[in-house]
C-alpha cells in the first residue's frame, strides 16, 4: 500500500462525512420549511379520498373555517409573544374569564355593550401587563409567571361564575349574529378573523414595534445595545396576547351563548401547536401570522376530517400532540441549522 493511499483515504473520509452532513442539514431545513405545508396537503388529499365529496363540500369547507377562527385569534397573540422570546401559559384562561364577563356583562343599549366589550379585552391586556411585568421586571421566569398568573385567573373566573355556566342575557343575544350571520354564505366571524390577521400582519412587518419585537426576540443584549427598550417591548407583547385572547372569550360565548370557567382553557395546547406548525411554513422555524394562520387550519382540517370519519375525541388528541412535537422538532432543527450557518460566518 503506497503512502499516498494512506493520506488520502482520511481526506475522502472527512470529505463524506462533510457531505452527508451537508445534504442531512438541507433535507431538515426543507422539512423545516416546507413541512407543513406537506402535512396540510397530505391531510386534503387523505382525507379526500377516504370521505370523498363531504370533505370537499363548501358547507364543510365554511365549517372548518368558523371553527378555526377563535383558534386563529388567540394564536396570532400568541404568535406575537413568542416571536419576542417569551412564554404565556395564562391565554386559556384569560380567554375563560374574557367569555364568563361578556356573558355576565353584555347587555343594555349599544354603546354600553361596545364599552362592556372594550372593558373585557382590556382586563385581558391588563392580564398580559401583569405577566410582563413579573417577567421582565421581577425577573421570573414566564412560563413560572404565565402559570402562577393563570391561577390567579381561574380564580377569578369561579368568583364571577361560582362555578356554572352564565348565559348571554336576553338583550345581549344578538352577539350570536356574528357566527349566524355575514355576507353570503361566509359568516360575519370569518371576515373578522381575517381582518385581525391582516391587522397583525401589518403591526409585525409595517411598524417599529414590529421590528422591535423580532430584534428582541433574535438577541435580546443586541437589541438594547441599540436603543431598544426591550422590556417596554415584552410587556407590550405581552399586552397585544391578553387582548387577542380576551377577543377569542368573546368570540367563545358568542358561538355557545355563554361563559363557562374551563371555555377557553382547551386553546392553550392548540395555540402553541398552530404557532410551532406556522414556524415550519416557508421560514427556518420562525413564528410569523401566516404561519400561525396555517397551522391552525392544518389542525382544524385534521380535527374535521377525523371527525367526520367517526374517530373518537382520544385519537383527535394523540392527532394534536403528534403535530404539536413534530413542530417543536421541526422548529428547533430549523433554529439549530440557521444559528450554526451564522455561527460559521
Given amino acids: 500500500m503506497s503512502s499516498q493511499n494512506v493520506i488520502d483515504r482520511p481526506v475522502a473520509t472527512v470529505a463524506d462525512r462533510d457531505a452527508r452532513d451537508s445534504a442531512g442539514r438541507r433535507a431538515v431545513r426543507l422539512i423545516g420549511r416546507y413541512g407543513t405545508p406537506g402535512v396540510f ?21 365554511v ?27 395564562s391565554i386559556g384562561y384569560n380567554a375563560s374569564l374574557a367569555g364568563v364577563l361578556t ?13 362592556v366589550l372594550l372593558l373585557v379585552i382590556a382586563v385581558g391586556a391588563l392580564i398580559g401587563f401583569l405577566n410582563g411585568i413579573i417577567v421582565t421586571k ?26 356554572s355556566p352564565l348565559t348571554l342575557k ?14 353570503g354564505p361566509v359568516p360575519w366571524v370569518i371576515i373578522i378573523a381575517a381582518a385581525v390577521a391582516v ?31 426591550a422590556h417596554r417591548v415584552i410587556i407590550m407583547s405581552f399586552m397585544i396576547g391578553g387582548a387577542f385572547a380576551a377577543i377569542g372569550g368573546i368570540l367563545l360565548t358568542a358561538n355557545v351563548g355563554s361563559g363557562q370557567v374551563v371555555g377557553g382553557d382547551g386553546y392553550l395546547l392548540s395555540s402553541f401547536a398552530a404557532c410551532f ?28 376530517g377525523l371527525a367526520i370519519y367517526g374517530v373518537g375525541a382520544s385519537a383527535q388528541f394523540f392527532f394534536q400532540g403528534a403535530l404539536l412535537i413534530a413542530a417543536v422538532g421541526m422548529s ?8 450554526g450557518r451564522r455561527i460559521g460566518h
Avoid at 386534503?44 to 364543510?60: D, K, R, Y
Avoid at 428547533?332 to 444559528?339: N, Q, Y
Fill in 103 to 115: 356573558a355576565s356583562l353584555y347587555s343594555g343599549p349599544l354603546i354600553q355593550k361596545v364599552l
Fill in 332 to 339: 428547533t432543527a430549523a433554529r439549530r441549522i440557521i444559528m
Fill in 170 to 183: 336576553s338583550d345581549g343575544t344578538e352577539l350570536t349574529n356574528v357566527f349566524l350571520s355575514g355576507i
Fill in 277 to 304: 406548525l406556522g414556524s415550519a411554513v416557508l421560514r427556518d422555524g420562525e413564528f410569523h401570522t401566516v404561519g400561525t394562520v396555517v397551522g391552525v387550519l392544518t389542525i382544524t382540517i385534521g380535527f374535521n
Fill in 41 to 61: 396537503v397530505l391531510l386534503l388529499i387523505v382525507f379526500g379520498i377516504l370521505e370523498g365529496g363531504m370533505f370537499f363540500s363548501v358547507s364543510n369547507f
Fill in 138 to 163: 421581577l425577573g421570573v421566569n414566564a412560563l413560572v409567571a404565565t402559570l402562577g398568573v393563570g391561577s390567579l385567573v381561574v380564580g377569578a373566573n369561579y368568583l364571577v361564575t361560582r362555578g
Fill in 199 to 229: 391587522v397583525m400582519w401589518l403591526v409585525l412587518n409595517r411598524t417599529t414595534l414590529g421590528l422591535e419585537i423580532k430584534a428582541v426576540g433574535g438577541n435580546r443584549v443586541a437589541s438594547e445595545l441599540s436603543g431598544i427598550r
Fill in 63 to 89: 365549517n372548518v373555517l368558523v371553527q378555526s377562527v377563535i383558534p386563529i385569534v388567540i394564536a396570532l397573540g400568541l404568535t406575537i409573544i413568542l416571536l419576542v422570546g417569551e412564554f404565556d401559559l
